[in-house]
């Protein structure tokens, strides 16, 4: 027997319609490409995007065409967004610091019809349009007096296709089931592979994320994604903080410490997200000119794992509360989130720092479990294996079947992460699981002893690789990017990591490197890292 109620179907048009009709008036702001800041609201977003939904079908897009952006956080994105997804066209989110030949790749392999861009990427589109033939129109985010010359065909400035354009479009005639947003995955091993977001899936991630114990957001929050919109739907804050009537700032291009703390203030940001290089480099600011955050209240930081100093500064010194989160592109991306629950209403501080250190809990609709040889281990906060994801907005498969069956027997995903969970369910990563170090039959967790590395006064980055060795396999390399001006030693850094980090985790040896390759999320790039050492040999 089926229920009776009403089938309402989930699909993400109806997120910012609901924004209109409720938060008609409340504000997105964007610090814009061209420099100056500009205001819109939900109600503006709504009746543009009917606009782009409009000039899209005219230029003959179809349900699961892909329409791609190749863009900064901003208000013309997220009406770029919700007019292609409204008519069941698929948003695909180009992340610019990749490579030209992956997005090449990436391009050609969603077959994108449409790429809308802003002018900081006009140089990287014209370089490689010839090789994506599959694009028949690009649309920059400008009007038409700030458009420039330029030799990609068929270019429009984005105020010029919505000149004229009607703001009646039907959304939403197609079932959830619908794809509607597309992301590859950094694709640190072999091509980058496409995530196919479904409305559906959208719609329970957003439900899932506003939760108390989740990012816990309201319509009286102020949200600043610094995460990007092309960084898995800037953690579905693109989706949430319209469904919460939340207001938004849009950073743009602009991610420097000072250009952050100017927005955090002036537009009294309450809630922001983004990942630790992002934190690091607005502390440093913050302390190099003894600056107070006067409405930040909650920052979520993940996308890698959260180093200890951040999170002691940020809520000792400048009163910000701390949420680490977990996830990755195919989980939409929010996996876990580090919200302690009632167990640590008598903890001492130093033990709260060491739960909100851990990566945190599913929320419902995300399940894990830890597997190692074949078997579930237990949840005993010691026993690591992979980390194995299923649920609500859990990846089934990639884009075309690339890399085939990625489900085990019980329908769940391999997330390539080495984890623990404890009895209280907090989940933590001990590494990547091409990236731990497997020493005399044991596995060594490079991300504990990083952590700790960089927690060492004169530090900047930390990585650590496994190097060859003829008695225990692998032995740890500590790899150090020194803060400008600092001059730490090999034996300053032994004598840090001394009594913190278990005795056989200790590394064999430290270089000094210049800089620490970062991958294009921001990520250490290891692969870079264990070429450079290739011939480092222990023993
Ligand atoms: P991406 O799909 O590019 O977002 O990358 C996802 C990967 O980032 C995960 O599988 C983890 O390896 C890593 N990651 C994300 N969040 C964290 C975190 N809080 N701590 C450690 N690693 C993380």
Redesign the pocket.
């Known amino acids: 027997m089926l229920g009776l109620m009403q089938n309402w179907q989930l699909t993400v048009d109806k997120i910012i319609e609901h924004a209109a009709i409720n938060h008609t008036n409340r504000e997105i702001v964007t610090r814009s490409v061209e420099g100056p800041i500009v205001r819109t609201t939900y109600g503006n977003i709504f009746t543009r995007a009917k606009k782009v939904s409009n000039w899209l079908l005219g230029q003959g897009i179809k349900l699961g065409d892909r329409v791609a952006s190749l863009a900064w956080n901003s208000g013309h994105h997220m009406e770029s967004w919700y007019g292609t997804m409204g008519i069941g066209a698929i948003m695909h989110t180009l992340n610019p610091r990749l490579f030209p030949e992956q997005l090449v790749y990436i391009i050609n392999h969603a077959e994108d019809k449409i790429i809308f861009t802003d002018l900081t990427f006009l140089p990287i589109l014209e370089a490689i349009h010839d090789k994506c033939p599959c694009v028949k129109a690009f649309v920059v985010f400008t009007d038409g007096a700030n458009m420039p010359p330029t030799k990609l065909p068929n270019c429009h400035a984005y105020e010029d296709i919505l000149q004229g354009q009607s703001d009646i479009s039907i959304w939403g005639n197609f079932e959830e089931n619908t794809a509607c947003g597309l992301c590859y995955?950094?694709g640190t091993t072999g091509n980058p592979k496409g995530v196919l977001y479904s409305h559906r899936t959208n719609v329970l991630h957003t439900l899932l994320t506003m939760g108390a114990d989740v990012m816990g957001l309201t319509a009286g929050d102020v949200i600043l994604p610094v995460v990007p919109m092309f960084?898995?739907n800037a953690w579905g804050i693109a989706f949430s903080a319209p469904a919460c009537g939340s207001k938004l700032v849009m950073p743009g291009a602009k991610m420097d410490g000072a250009s952050i703390y100017e927005l955090l203030e002036t537009e009294k940001v309450t809630f922001s997200a983004a990942v630790p290089t992002v934190w690091l480099m607005l502390l440093q600011y913050l302390e190099s000119t003894n600056q107070k955050l006067s409405t930040l209240k909650q920052v979520v930081?993940?996308?890698?794992?959260?180093p200890e100093h951040i999170l002691r500064s940020f809520e000792d010194k400048y009163g910000v509360g701390i949420r680490?989160?977990?996830?990755?592109?195919?989980t939409s991306?929010l996996g876990t989130l580090g919200t302690p629950g009632p167990e640590a209403a008598n903890y001492s501080r130093e033990e709260i720092i060491k739960t909100k250190l851990k990566?945190g809990r599913s929320p419902f609709g995300v399940e894990l479990k830890i597997k190692r040889d074949g078997k579930t281990v237990p949840r005993d906060g010691e026993t690591f294996g992979n980390l194995m994801v299923r649920g609500a907005a859990i990846a089934g498969a990639y884009f075309k079947n690339e890399g085939g069956d990625i489900l085990d027997e019980e329908g769940f995903f391999d997330?390539?992460?080495v984890a623990t969970i404890d009895e209280h369910g907090y989940m933590q990563?001990t590494d990547?699981s091409k990236d731990v170090i497997k020493s005399g039959g044991e596995w060594i967790g490079t991300?504990d002893i990083e952590n700790c590395a960089v927690g060492c006064e004169g530090v900047a980055c930390a990585a650590v690789i496994g190097i060859y060795h003829p008695k225990w396999d692998e032995r740890p390399l500590l790899i150090i990017e020194k803060k400008a001006g600092a001059n730490p030693t090999k034996e300053d850094l032994m004598a840090h990591l001394n009594g913190k980090i278990a005795k056989w985790w200790m590394p064999d040896d430290v270089r000094f490197v210049e800089t620490i390759p970062l991958g294009a999320?921001g990520?250490i790039n290891k692969i870079a890292l264990r070429e450079t050492f290739k011939d480092l040999k222990f023993g």
């Open positions: 995955t950094s960084h898995a930081i993940g996308g890698a794992a959260l680490h989160a977990w996830g990755m592109t195919e991306p990566q997330t390539g992460d990563i990547r991300i999320t990520k």
